[in-house]
């Protein structure tokens, strides 16, 4: 048992707050401790004179311990930094860029600033996974402002210290301790457990291997616990820690595109194609939905160089011979009027005893360098008399999905992204992109 009641292999506790300096692209105060660090992440639209013109970014650090950090007041850095503080910054500035796919990055440089407000042992450390959080919280914003299209973030950073205190090696050790450690140890680390940079030095005595043997497991242990406190605490943001690939959705439909991007989220990071550069119009000129659907797929990863979804769906009702059909969403004239088109399929369906109709969609993906994927998905249904229900859009309002006696303006999300129409033309298309990833590697 150590002094302050931590076992051998017990890390102090630990608490990250992020977003808290508002002025910073991405932030966080994270506390291991009485340790003590605020952690910024500012953006600059330039990179370093040796990265001009090389379609890269860069991420770079600055670490500084604040004057009332220690028990002596330390003085503040002048135009000469001192040797550990700047050995330090290197360190942190290492460790992130093994974070960041520098060329998804863009001609940008993150800065991340590292402040020490109290030290008590593993300010590197510290700032090291503080530093981590800032900065997915940075691309984050970057994201939202369109400004990339997808996250940089390839891995995710931990550190921890280790030592050997009175013949025990121990985990996350505090100032008590470090100051008189036998050895002395800081692990980085990525998620798949692999050393980013391993410092250690026997200052009081030489380690055994079997010594250096526990301080690694001691280490990934460490490591793994603080990435579960900084996903706890980036919260959805985690997930712009090695995303999915990117899969551009050719529509401009918002409904849509909410829709994809939910029902896709375990398999790809859905952008709109605006996010990719992509601003249309694209001319929907055949007369079926796979059709209309392979002219988007096509026009978007031919324009982008990205691999591409387009959606085209809509209402086909029995007793009106097919329509609105592919004309679905300019049925009154106007495309995306959808008041206006729902009004005239009343008038056209008055007097109509069979009210039988189906929601169709199809599915288009066309990956670059690769015949395009269709694949189609229905749902059957009845068209009421009057609107119900205040969600979706289109001809939700009159659309009844008999076994849930519901409109699919009733259904809540879930409900709908379970059941309709998009769901299970996209369900069919997640198949058939296992079958293809199933191809891959067998070719591979």
């Known amino acids: 048992m150590r002094f302050d009641g931590r076992q051998p292999d017990e890390k102090r506790p630990v608490s990250i707050e992020p977003d808290f300096v508002h002025t910073a692209y991405g932030s966080c105060l994270i506390a291991t401790g009485n340790t003590r660090v605020i952690c910024t992440a500012s953006v600059e639209e330039t990179v370093p004179p040796f990265l001009k013109g090389k379609g890269q970014g860069w991420v770079t650090a600055e670490y500084a311990m604040l004057p009332a ?4 007041r330390k003085k503040r850095d002048g135009i000469k930094k001192d040797g550990r503080g700047v050995e330090i910054q290197r360190l942190i500035g290492r460790s992130l860029r093994q974070a960041v796919d520098m060329k998804a990055l863009g001609e940008r440089t993150i800065t991340l600033d590292c402040d020490v407000l109290e030290a008590d042992g593993g300010t ?3 700032s090291i996974t503080g530093a981590m959080v800032a900065l997915t919280c940075a691309v984050e914003r970057l ?38 450690a036998q050895v002395d140890m800081n692990f980085v680390m990525n998620e798949k457990g692999d050393f980013i940079e391993l410092q250690g030095t026997g200052e009081g005595r030489a380690f055994t291997p079997d010594e250096l043997s526990i301080l690694m497991t001691y280490g990934r242990k460490g490591t793994r616990e603080l990435m579960e406190e900084q996903r706890r605490a980036l919260g959805e943001r985690a997930l712009l820690i090695d995303p999915k690939p990117v899969l551009v959705a050719a529509t401009g439909n918002e409904h849509k595109l909410k829709e994809l991007k939910e029902i896709f989220r375990d398999y790809y990071t859905i952008v709109p194609m605006t996010a990719a550069g992509f601003y249309g119009p694209i001319e929907e000129t055949a007369a079926t939905f796979a059709g209309n ?23 086909s009702v029995d007793i009106l011979d097919g329509e609105p059909g592919v004309y679905s969403a300019r049925y009154a004239g106007e495309h995306g009027d959808d008041e206006a088109n729902n009004d005239l399929l009343l008038s056209r369906m008055k007097g109509k005893e069979d009210r039988r109709a189906q929601f ?14 269709i694949t189609e998905g229905s749902c059957p249904g009845t068209i009421l008399y009057e609107r119900r229900g205040t969600g979706g859009f289109g001809y939700d309002p009159l659309f009844l999905y008999e076994p849930l006696n519901k409109t699919f303006a009733q259904l809540n999300e879930q409900e709908k992204n379970e059941v309709s129409h998009r769901a299970r033309a996209c369900e069919a298309m997640k198949e058939k992109m296992r079958e293809l990833e199933q191809k891959k590697d067998r070719n591979a």
């Open 124 to 126: 590197r450390t510290a």
């Open 143 to 180: 994201i939202r402002e369109g400004k990339l299209i997808a996250s940089p973030i390839r891995h995710q950073i931990a550190a921890v210290s280790c030592g050997i205190v009175e013949d025990v090696p121990c985990l996350d050790l505090c100032y008590r301790e470090d100051s008189g």
């Open 69 to 72: 950090s220690t028990t002596e």
């Open 293 to 315: 659907a392979l002219i988007k797929a096509e026009a978007v990863c031919a324009a982008t160089g990205l691999p591409a979804i387009a959606d085209d769906s809509g209402l």
């Open 360 to 373: 169709i969609c199809a599915l288009a993906l066309k990956l670059p360098g690769e015949e395009p994927i």
